[in-house]
């Protein structure tokens, strides 16, 4: 079975600051890779999502992440962040083969500080 | 507007009592799915359901259980026999969870508390 690792539970920025979150995974196959948010209060939603195609993918509100085959990778970055971008981070990935469910890393609290 | 719609947002349950969550979604989707969020620990799969009479358990089903009856509607049941149910509860559909139909919607949640 798959599984999803985040590099950090707790990351703490000023604003301004540039973010990347690492995120690993364990499976030889064709994968399908996403990053959630869940802001305070609020329902999990899609960043931004990888399926094929240009590795290099972009999200909403200025996030992208490139996916490295090599090395298993996902890692999400963001050149410049703002306290709003203040919320959990999870790192997800699915099968390209058939039927897949998602499964999730532990998450990663980003923190800015204004 | 599409959406999941979970209910209610709050939830107390006395020790020893079975509960039921309430999940439905207007998005035609075939697949639907129940996550539990422990802080720390991620999301988690308890039990999912690709389409509708048919249903599998996840990661961790003990001590749950689910129908699906209809293709809008996934409930959950927290059992007695869950050991530590008080935790935060997600449902989730995809369109039918194959291949590149696996980006996932999800509810606001429920939060259960055991007292």
Request: aromatic share 14%; glycine share 10%.
């Amino acid at each position: 079975a798959q599984s999803v690792s985040q590099h950090n539970h707790h990351v703490i920025l000023s604003e301004a600051a540039s973010l990347e979150l690492g995120c690993n995974y364990s499976y030889g196959g064709t994968v399908n890779l996403f990053w959630y948010v869940q802001y305070p209060g609020q329902h999990l939603q899609l960043l931004l999502k990888y399926f094929s195609g240009d590795p290099l993918v972009k999200g909403i509100k200025g996030f992208e992440a490139e996916f490295i085959k090599s090395k298993f990778s996902f890692n999400l970055r963001k050149p410049s962040v703002q306290w709003s971008d203040t919320a959990e981070y999870f790192c997800a990935v699915t099968l390209n083969s058939g039927y897949s469910t998602l499964t999730f890393g532990k998450g990663t609290m980003l923190l800015v500080s204004p | 507007d599409g959406g999941i719609t979970q209910s209610p947002k709050y939830l107390f349950r006395k020790e020893g009592q079975n509960v039921t969550l309430s999940c439905e979604q207007n998005l035609n989707h075939d697949a639907m799915y129940w996550y539990r969020q422990d802080p720390g620990q991620g999301l988690r799969l308890i039990y999912y359901s690709q389409i509708v009479n048919d249903f599998q358990k996840g990661d961790i089903a003990e001590g749950y259980s689910v129908s699906r009856e209809k293709k809008e509607s996934f409930p959950l049941t927290v059992t007695s026999a869950q050991k530590n149910p008080t935790a935060f509860y997600l449902c989730a559909s995809t369109f039918d969870g194959t291949g590149m139909n696996t980006e996932a919607f999800f509810g606001q949640g429920t939060r259960l508390t055991v007292v």
